[in-house]
């Protein structure tokens, strides 16, 4: 009777360990898992399948790794302000690694939950100043994300806008969207509106970055003209749509520039752009 006692003791002993030892192992996941994880995630809304999903970022298993992140973004259209604060917490120390792969996988999914990454944004910031991938478009597009909250990363941003094709652009979106810029970062942006070397297109963003935050500045305003002046319609709609979104049709200088195009533009399509403009 004592054998059987100390047999089923040692049992006990040795089931404890192995349960504790796969506590403490990392787990493992498949990419169908996970997907099937986010299915049920999308149906029942029970935060445990979120959680498997979140565990999933940690795996040993890259491609789960990636099939994780990727889950995550699409989630975010429907449900970033649910989960978005626990999304980045557990995602946002990955804007540390190395492998490019993965960090490009980490800001895209970042980026998905632009308004709740205020606590990476120092990350965000490096990863512009380092990186000249996609990795440094997205955490710049994340940063107009975050809005005014952001205000302080700037002057990176400014710096962006003479780096890559994608970052420049990004850069140039987001610095409309972080709030008051300071006059050397103001005189910075004049400078390279003035530049024979940029697109038209681009100095509309920059013309954009420059109203947001001087409505009478003068450099903007001539490149409004000179885009109301393209043969091409599609020019000439983005000028419209910045001056619709920033509130200037009623202003005095956009008054006839608006109208010139309501009552003469070649394109039907921007002539009824401009006049709807006008009757706002």
């Not at 006990?12 to 996970?34: G, N, R």
């Not at 099937?36 to 795996?59: F, H, M, Q, W």
């Not at 449900?79 to 626990?86: A, M, V």
């Not at 490009?104 to 990186?131: E, M, Q, W």
Request: hydrophobic share 50%.
């Amino acid at each position: 009777m004592k054998i059987y006692f100390f047999l089923l003791l040692c049992l006990a002993l040795v089931e404890t360990a192995c349960s504790d030892e796969k506590k403490m192992a990392p787990q493992m996941h498949s990419v169908a898992q996970i997907k099937s994880l986010r299915e049920t995630y999308v149906l029942t809304g029970d935060a445990t399948y979120l959680e498997a999903i979140l565990n999933a970022v940690k795996s040993d298993n890259k491609e789960a790794v990636f099939e994780a992140l990727f889950s995550l973004q699409i989630l975010a259209p429907k449900h970033r302000d649910k989960i978005g604060n626990e999304v980045i917490i557990v995602i946002g120390p990955f804007l540390k690694t190395d492998d490019a792969a993965l960090l490009h996988s980490v800001t895209a999914t970042v980026k998905a939950y632009g308004p709740f990454a205020l606590p990476v944004l120092n990350d965000l910031v490096a990863i512009i100043k380092r990186d000249a991938s996609g990795a440094a478009a997205f955490s710049a597009e994340t940063i107009g994300e975050i809005g005014v909250k952001a205000n302080a990363a700037q002057d990176v941003l400014v710096d962006a806008l003479y780096a890559s094709t994608l970052t420049k652009e990004a850069a140039i979106k987001s610095l409309s969207e972080v709030g008051k810029l300071s006059p050397n970062n103001i005189d910075r942006l004049r400078e390279l509106i003035r530049s024979s070397q940029e697109e038209l297109n681009f100095k509309l963003r920059v013309a954009k970055a420059l109203l947001k935050n001087e409505s009478n500045n003068s450099e903007a305003k001539k490149i409004l003209e000179v885009a109301f002046r393209d043969v091409r319609s599609l020019v000439k709609f983005e000028a419209l749509h910045i001056i619709e979104d920033l509130g200037l049709a009623k202003f005095p200088w956009a008054i006839p520039l608006v109208e010139n195009l309501a009552l003469a533009d070649a394109d039907r399509n921007v002539r009824a752009a401009a006049a709807g403009l006008l009757d706002k």
